[in-house]
């Protein structure tokens, strides 16, 4: 199997994640300056086998862009010129651990323990 990647993108940093090849455990990477992360990808792709990248959406509550939308979404863009063969997945977050789009508020307050 391949690994999963994922990217927290923002404006000066970039936060990597990735699974071990049996995409059991995922384990935090590096922080690498944001305007350097095409070509650091381009090394890691060349060494490790990678299947999926998935990269964080930033909302706000009620579901608008925040300041880093865009900047997310030009990234996207350029990831998927740059490595057409690796499948690119966004996903929804809100900087509220264990609340998506799949989930419920009550979900999201039981697994952070404040009730439901």
Do not use: C
Not at 1 to 25: E, F, H, S
Not at 55 to 84: C, Y
């Amino acid at each position: 199997m391949a690994r999963i990647m994922a990217i927290d993108y923002g404006l000066k940093r970039t936060g990597l994640a990735v699974t071990d090849p049996l995409q059991i455990i995922a384990t935090g990477l590096m922080t690498i300056e944001s305007p350097k992360l095409i070509a650091f990808l381009k090394d890691y792709f060349k060494k490790e086998q990678v299947e999926l990248i998935l990269i964080g959406e930033p909302k706000n509550w009620d579901d608008s862009d925040t300041h880093a939308t865009p900047l997310v979404r030009q990234i996207m863009v350029r990831l998927v010129k740059e490595f057409p063969g690796i499948p690119l997945l966004l996903h929804f977050q809100n900087g509220i651990t264990g609340y998506d789009r799949n989930g419920t508020e009550e979900e999201a307050a039981e697994e952070q323990g404040t009730g439901g």
